[in-house]
């Protein structure tokens, strides 16, 4: 019995690869075959990924039996004395739990693209399933890795995806431009990344994430002082803890990019002019998710450095409000989504800099449910719109679209943070571990109060969101005869409802700390793991080398605070927004919201330093190029020129010539040698 | 018995007659007679030196440069005649346009 349920693990872990290979090979189908197949690449999409689905819960159910793996599988370059780069399966809770969420999130949204896309005739589908599969198969590949240099490999393939899939429609102005945009900027923040990948190399000498080699361990056993292999790592003449904050810092460099972190969140909003699944896959549940992911995944390397861990927590508590307040004035109903995402993400990130790893991954786990849901019911309501998203034209669609409207309200209730919907128990634990924190910590305090004030606008905008899109009466006559929505729409808005409405409940934190009741499931999920990167150990690690300490506090009265913050911020916008004529309330806002919609000028500052300091530099770069590397170039070639010319008149042709010049040479060859050999003395 | 070394130092002199001609003259049989001149300067010497040492290796050596000398006048009054039909003439210093 024994052996077959050891047997039965092998085998899941030997299929494990087939995980990201199956969305893959359904890029290759769409990419080739996708024009001669009946519905344009969307069936090989569903089945590839419905089939990662499933490994990938089989996969979970296995790390639940308490079986992990960490294995490389293939080696691209190894050298024999310092490090080898090869790519790896690293499963564990961690990564499980985001397979999961990351082969569901994707499968849904292939089926939603048959109603979104296929049914309203789009052009060019074969390309666009095409991008989903190997935006898929890069992201499933991404979570898999077990080392920094594979990650950052995959890390760079969803950037390429993005910038594929935003600029689907690439016949019109705005989508190849927020493109471009998108691949700049998060390039921007890869570009410290990618040097961080270097530099972990040349200190660590391995830059894998679990395992007694590893470099979170080989850190940690370097600052305990206990000898060891990492006892004598260079750290080019900083204390060792400094240097390992600059390694954090620099992969923070492409986290803040990917999750679109202040300031180079910049990409996201105008990410938007991609197709709506799109969004919801890539732009607001999975990719964005990635930097998160990659912070929560080398973890126990962030606990090392106090410095690196309050950095992270501020900007993310500051992100939050940041985005927040700019989603109160925007009109597109994708706009809000758009600055509500990079705020949860920002939430995220504070949740990790203030110690909260299983808060964090938890709000990771609920918002890549509850996003997706409401960037596919914005999706719907795109639909429904014939394809205007501007809010001021909607309203009263609630009767018309009552599928649409229970999810989307699920999904706006769980943003909101409204209990027991599953945003509340996930933000809510985030803004606990950076309260009880921060009461130590002035720093995390201030990234805690800027989180907080967050929530208020969160609800507000939240719901002014759904009171315009789906209350009150029709503004439009599009509003009044809404297009009727497909089985293929409905079914992915049910199931991502219904996980928004109970996934909360696998974390019910402030219940079991009043009741006592074992019911925090993903605590208990989190703490097992191979040793080293489990929470447990990140906890012991934070306390003792971070020097975190947690201020004794009931997490009830952080919640009913929260709480009160969100429905004051949701009564508000029930107050303003609900009536008929909702428009002028924007306007009230006066200057601020002319700041607001303009997004602090955030775009206009970027440009300005790219146009001044950019082509300052591109122009001293070229001056280099073209005087120093291209004259020493130049000037080889002109002096081999010049001298041939010269040297080549002794062969005049003339035969005599040459018999001089032979009759010279053994004259003055027998002198020498007479003269070696002391003839003449 | 005639030392060796005047047979050496004829040898000499017709072998730096016959480079004087190469080094002075332009017409191509010149240069034809002054080769000959030459190979028999080396002649004379393996014939001296055959003769010092009462071994007839040497002059075996002899009749066979003078055999690749009859060869080497063949081929060359062909250049010869080949440098006249293009040239109009036999002046060696006319004929240079294989250079560069």
């Not at chain 1, 429609?169 to 705005?174: G, S, T």
């Not at chain 1, 000898?227 to 260079?234: C, D, T």
């Not at chain 1, 998203?389 to 309203?395: I, S």
């Given at each position: 019995m024994a052996e077959t349920a050891t047997s039965t693990v092998a085998f899941a872990f030997e299929v494990a690869p087939a995980i990201a290979i199956l969305p893959l090979a359904s890029f290759v189908i769409a990419l080739f075959a996708g024009k001669y197949l009946p519905k344009r690449g969307a069936l090989a999409g569903i089945t590839a990924t419905g089939g990662s689905l499933l490994l990938s819960l089989w996969v979970m159910l296995t790390v639940a039996g308490g079986a992990y793996y960490n294995e490389e599988?293939?080696?691209l370059v190894s050298t024999p004395d310092s490090f080898d780069l090869h790519f790896g399966l690293l499963l564990d809770p961690l990564s499980a739990l985001m397979l999961v969420i990351v082969s569901l999130v994707a499968f849904l949204v292939h089926l939603f693209s048959l109603g979104y896309m296929n049914d309203e005739g789009e052009p060019g589908l074969p390309r666009y399933y095409a991008g989903l599969g190997l935006f898929t198969f890069s992201m499933l590949s991404f979570v898999l890795s077990d080392n920094l240099f594979m990650s950052f490999v995959f890390f760079e393939l969803v950037g390429l995806c993005s910038w594929l899939l935003i600029g689907h429609?690439?016949?019109?102005?705005?989508p190849p431009s927020a493109a471009k945009k998108a691949f700049l900027v998060t390039r921007f923040g890869d570009y410290f990344f990618l040097v961080g990948v270097v530099a972990i190399f040349a200190t660590f000498g391995t830059a894998t994430f679990?395992?007694?080699?590893s470099f979170p361990t080989l850190a940690e056993e370097a600052l305990a002082g206990s000898?060891?292999?990492?006892?004598?790592?260079?750290?080019f003449g900083l204390s060792a803890q400094g240097w390992f904050t600059v390694l954090g810092l620099l992969v923070l460099g492409g986290v803040l990019g990917k999750s679109a972190q202040?300031?180079?969140?910049?990409w996201l909003p105008d990410a938007?002019?991609?197709?709506t699944p799109v969004s919801a896959l890539?732009?607001?549940?999975t990719m964005v998710a990635a930097g998160v992911y990659l912070v929560a995944r080398m973890y126990g390397f962030y606990a090392l450095s106090p410095t690196a861990l309050a950095i992270v927590a501020f900007v993310g508590g500051f992100t939050a409000l940041f985005a927040a307040s700019m989603a109160v004035?925007?009109?597109?109903v994708k706009q809000v989504l758009a600055y509500s995402t990079i705020s949860q993400y920002g939430y995220m990130m504070l949740g990790l800099g203030a110690g909260g790893y299983v808060a964090a991954v938890f709000h990771l786990m609920t918002h890549a449910f509850f996003k997706a849901l409401l960037f596919l019911g914005a999706g719907a309501v795109i639909i429904a719109m014939h394809h205007?998203?501007?809010?001021?034209?909607?309203?009263?669609l609630k009767n018309k679209l009552p599928v649409t409207y229970y999810t989307f309200l699920a999904g706006s209730l769980a943003l909101a943070g409204i209990?027991?919907?599953a945003g509340f128990w996930s933000k809510d634990e985030v803004l606990y571990e950076a309260l009880v924190h921060g009461l130590n910590d002035p720093l995390l305090l201030a990234a805690y109060l800027m989180g907080l004030t967050a929530v208020f606008f969160t609800g507000f905008y939240t719901f002014r969101m759904v009171l315009l899109t789906f209350?009150?009466?029709?503004?439009?006559h599009t509003a009044r005869n809404p297009h009727s929505l497909g089985w293929s729409v409905k079914t992915p808005l049910v199931v991502l409802g219904i996980l928004a409405t109970v996934?909360?409940?696998?974390?019910?934190t402030p219940i079991a700390e009043a009741t006592?009741?074992?019911?925090?499931f993903l605590h208990t999920w989190l703490e097992h793991g191979l040793e080293g990167v489990n929470s447990e150990h990140y906890g012991e690690v934070l306390e003792t080398v971070a020097g975190y300490s947690a201020a004794e506090l009931s997490p009830l009265l952080a919640a009913v605070f929260s709480l009160s913050l969100a429905l004051a911020g949701a009564g508000l916008a029930y107050r303003l927004y609900?009536?008929?004529?909702?428009?002028h309330h924007t306007d009230r806002l006066g200057a601020a919201k002319r700041l607001l919609t303009d997004n602090y000028y955030q775009d206009e500052y970027q440009v300005w330093i790219a146009q001044t300091l950019g082509t300052g530099v591109a122009r001293a770069s070229d001056r280099f190029d073209q005087g120093v590397v291209d004259g020493v170039v130049n000037g080889v070639s002109s002096v081999s020129l010049f001298s041939g010319d010269r040297v080549?008149?002794?062969?005049?042709?003339i035969v005599s010539n040459y018999a001089t010049l032979l009759t010279l040479g053994l004259v003055a060859l027998l002198v020498g040698v007479g003269l070696a050999g002391g003839w003449f003395l | 018995m005639v030392a060796v070394q005047y047979y050496l130092l004829l040898s000499a002199a017709i072998f730096c007659i016959g480079l004087f001609g190469i080094l002075t003259r332009r017409n191509a049989l010149f240069f034809l007679m002054s080769v000959e001149l030459m190979l028999n300067a080396a002649n004379i010497n393996l014939v001296a030196f055959s003769f010092q040492y009462g071994n007839l290796t040497g002059q075996v050596f002899s009749l066979f440069i003078t055999a690749l000398a009859a060869a080497e006048v063949a081929v060359g009054i062909g250049i010869v005649l080949v440098l006249y039909r293009n040239f109009g003439d036999v002046d060696v210093t006319k004929a240079t346009t294989l250079r560069w």
């Open positions: 599988i293939y080696t429609w690439y016949r019109e102005d705005a679990a395992g007694a080699e000898g060891g292999a990492g006892g004598e790592l260079p750290t202040f300031p180079l969140h910049t938007m002019e991609g197709p890539i732009h607001a549940a004035v925007k009109r597109d205007r998203q501007d809010m001021w034209e909607m309203g009263g209990v027991p919907f209350h009150g009466e029709p503004r439009t996934i909360g409940l696998a974390n019910m006592g009741l074992e019911i925090e609900s009536g008929d004529r909702p428009e080549r008149r002794v062969q005049t042709g | -």
